[in-house]
């Protein structure tokens, strides 16, 4: 039967800390293993660890482009960037080219359309007049004359047809040429606008690795279980021996005053009592040790339980003592 008191509850605030700092180490390593450096054919990336607030490191994942990747990149971003300057520079004439009035209402179409006669139909309309005024001539036909009169009615009734059918037929044409007159220097200030995008990195997706977490709390409250358990059956044993030792006769009185005892030494607790192994002073020093309790004390917790004889000493009632 060994010596022992029992164990002493671990404390939380401790125990919190050492599950946190568990968790730390544990996300520490789960780290450094996802913290993979790749090396491709197009580049690398590369993961450098700097310091970090408190105990949590910080990393820094740096990518790089091959020789041949970068020279392209440097390319297509000069490229970018001179488009972006025609942008703002071509974007100017957005203010201009706003302002101007547009409409599609018959009177604007039909400007439209007599500008386009005039351009298109016009120089044919004349090379036509000359060529019939020069046949009129060949035949005779004088100026003033009343078959030249009704041969240049003909002709003009001619041309105003030629515009009126333009004037019928031409107005989608027309329409659609201003649209695109009026769209296009803006469709391409767009194109340019949209054509210097800023390209948004990629980020490498690092290969995940998991490390099983140390269970910290629960092993401190097993182990304080444990040295629980073992100090209840020290206890348990401790009064059963005791029992054992001073069941027979259950009102029985033992001298167990401390005047009486030699090499005491405490060998476990019982009762909140202190349970020795010693020797009487009048035994030999080969003699085997007993056990037992002293009277000091069992007369601190249970005065009931002692009595002091004639001789002043004191006696222990140990079923009492022990609440058998």
Same mark, same amino acid.
């Given at each position: 039967?060994?010596?022992?008191?029992?164990?002493?509850?671990?404390?939380?605030?401790?125990?919190?800390?050492?599950?946190?700092?568990?968790?730390?180490?544990?996300?520490?390593?789960?780290?450094?293993?996802?913290?993979?450096?790749?090396?491709?054919?197009?580049?690398?990336?590369?993961?450098?660890?700097?310091?970090?607030?408190?105990?949590?490191?910080?990393?820094?994942?740096?990518?790089?482009?091959?020789?041949?990747?970068?020279?392209?990149?440097?390319?297509?971003?000069?490229?970018?960037?001179?488009?972006?300057?025609?942008?703002?520079?071509?974007?100017?004439?957005?203010?201009?080219?706003?302002?101007?009035?547009?409409?599609?209402?018959?009177?604007?179409?039909?400007?439209?359309?007599?500008?386009?006669?005039?351009?298109?139909?016009?120089?044919?309309?004349?090379?036509?007049?000359? %060529? !019939?005024?020069?046949?009129?001539?060949?035949? *005779?036909?004088?100026? +003033?004359?009343? =078959?030249?009169?009704?041969?240049? /009615? $003909?002709?003009?009734?001619?041309?105003?047809?030629?515009?009126?059918?333009?004037?019928?037929?031409?107005?989608?044409?027309?329409?659609?040429?201003?649209?695109?007159?009026?769209?296009?220097?803006?469709?391409?200030?767009?194109?340019?606008?949209?054509?210097?995008?800023?390209?948004?990195?990629?980020?490498?997706?690092?290969?995940?690795?998991?490390?099983?977490?140390?269970?910290?709390?629960?092993?401190?409250?097993?182990?304080?279980?444990?040295?629980?358990?073992?100090?209840?059956? %020290? !206890?348990?044993?401790?009064?059963?021996?005791? *029992?054992?030792?001073? +069941?027979?006769? =259950?009102?029985?009185?033992?001298? /167990? $005053?401390?005047?009486?005892?030699?090499?005491?030494?405490?060998?476990?607790?019982?009762?909140?009592?202190?349970?020795?192994?010693?020797?009487?002073?009048?035994?030999?020093?080969?003699?085997?040790?007993?056990?037992?309790?002293?009277?000091?004390?069992?007369?601190?917790?249970?005065?009931?339980?002692?009595?002091?004889?004639?001789?002043?000493?004191?006696?222990?009632?140990?079923?009492?003592?022990?609440?058998?």
């Amino acid at each position: 039967m060994g010596k022992g008191s029992a164990p002493v509850p671990p404390n939380p605030v401790t125990t919190a800390q050492a599950q946190t700092a568990s968790n730390i180490n544990t996300a520490t390593a789960q780290s450094e293993l996802n913290h993979v450096n790749q090396v491709t054919p197009y580049g690398n990336l590369t993961y450098t660890q700097e310091a970090g607030e408190g105990d949590v490191p910080q990393y820094t994942a740096t990518q790089t482009l091959s020789p041949t990747g970068q020279a392209l990149f440097d390319a297509n971003s000069s490229t970018m960037q001179n488009l972006a300057d025609l942008g703002v520079e071509q974007s100017g004439r957005l203010s201009g080219l706003l302002s101007e009035p547009f409409s599609l209402d018959n009177d604007a179409v039909e400007s439209r359309l007599m500008e386009l006669g005039s351009n298109r139909l016009a120089p044919l309309l004349e090379k036509r007049r000359v %060529q !019939q005024e020069q046949s009129l001539a060949d035949r *005779g036909i004088r100026i +003033g004359s009343d =078959a030249y009169g009704s041969a240049q /009615s $003909d002709i003009s009734q001619g041309e105003n047809d030629a515009y009126n059918q333009l004037l019928l037929t031409g107005r989608n044409q027309a329409m659609q040429e201003a649209i695109t007159a009026r769209s296009q220097p803006l469709n391409e200030i767009m194109a340019i606008s949209q054509g210097s995008q800023i390209q948004q990195p990629n980020f490498a997706q690092t290969p995940q690795s998991g490390v099983a977490n140390t269970d910290v709390a629960g092993l401190i409250s097993n182990n304080y279980n444990q040295q629980l358990n073992a100090y209840n059956q %020290q !206890q348990q044993n401790n009064n059963q021996m005791l *029992g054992g030792l001073f +069941g027979v006769g =259950a009102n029985l009185m033992m001298l /167990s $005053d401390d005047r009486t005892k030699k090499d005491k030494q405490k060998v476990g607790k019982t009762n909140g009592m202190n349970i020795w192994s010693y020797r009487y002073k009048d035994e030999e020093q080969s003699a085997p040790k007993r056990l037992g309790l002293m009277a000091s004390e069992v007369q601190k917790r249970n005065p009931d339980a002692v009595t002091t004889g004639e001789d002043g000493l004191r006696r222990v009632n140990y079923s009492m003592a022990l609440g058998a």
